[in-house]
Every structure is written in C-alpha cells, then in structure tokens.
C-alpha cells in the first residue's frame, strides 16, 4: 500500500495516508512534477498509460510522483529514471498549492516543481507512460490554448506558471 506525505500550507509534515484515500477525501499532501528540456529549449512530456488510476490517456509533465523523505531531489532523480528511463540532475525552481476535481479523486498537493536537462531519447516504462515526445514551449502553448483536454489539469497549471513568469523557458 503506498503512502504520502500530508502536509500544511507551509509543506511541514503533518503526517501520512494511503495515497488512494487521501486523492478520495481530498487531503493535502506533497508531490512533485518534473519538467525536463533539452539544450534547445524543447520540453519533454509524456502521455500517461491509460491503466494508471487517474488522467490515463492524456499528456503531462515529463515524470510526477509522492516523495516519502526530505530528499525530494534525490527521490524525483530516482523516479525519473524508474518511469521515463534516463537520470539527469534535477533541482527545484518553485513549489504551489492546488486543488483540483479529477475524475471522482481530488489533486490537492502541495507540488515541488523540478527541472532538469537531457538530450536524448528516454527509454518509458510502459506501465507509466505510453508515449513521449519534445516540444517546444511556443507549440505547447498552442496546442494547449486549442485541446486544453489532452492535457492533465496540473500540468497545464504548471506550464500556466512557467509561461506567466518565464521562470524556465
């Protein structure tokens, strides 16, 4: 059974919960997306495999998960390469609050936003993501503005950040 972390506004531990249950009622817990680009500036997303328990089917941020220690780094360095199949070294660049309706669960996270530089082609488990592809930030954001439902609500709040404050792009 895996657990997440629940925290406060503040993302001080407060303690932890099966994460179906917690994505069920709607608590706040601590997650982190990663955003990986290239030496061009092309973002790496990935389409989410249509058997994970949530948003299947649609595109998002290269690899997002729960960290279970402090090492939030070191954890997402780690996941990165268990889902898209490549490491690289990863540092945060901001973190926010959401709450989001998916489906019948809630996204409420506290989400550490990383990024990261590869070039090359990941190797995806396909237990995870069924597809990949780069882009660049001026094509996502078209292609976001057009079909807004191919991508997951999180991401496109992510991207809606990162455009607003040309924090990464």
């Given at each position: ?45 990935q ?37 898209i ?33 590869f ?18 930030p ?6 976001i ?21 040309k924090?990464?792009?």
């Amino acid at each position: 059974m895996k657990k997440v972390i629940l925290v406060d506004e503040n993302d001080n531990p407060i303690g932890e919960e099966e994460k179906i249950k917690a994505h069920e009622e709607g608590k706040l817990h601590r997650c982190f997306s990663i955003l990986v680009f290239n030496s061009k500036g092309d973002l790496l997303i990935q389409k989410r495999a249509k058997s994970k328990y949530h948003s299947g089917g649609l595109w998002s941020n290269t690899c997002c998960s729960h960290p279970l220690t402090k090492d939030i780094e070191k954890e997402a360095k780690e996941r990165l390469n268990e889902e898209i199949g490549f490491a690289c070294d990863v540092k945060e660049a901001f973190g926010f609050i959401y709450n989001l309706k998916v489906g019948k669960l809630y996204e409420h996270e506290f989400n550490h936003v990383l990024t990261g530089v590869f070039d090359g082609d990941p190797k995806p488990n396909t237990e995870e993501a069924e597809d990949w592809k780069w882009v660049s930030p001026e094509e996502l954001k078209t292609d976001i503005s057009l079909h807004s439902e191919k991508y997951t609500p999180w991401f496109k709040l992510i991207f809606q950040k990162i455009e607003k404050d040309k924090k990464m792009i």
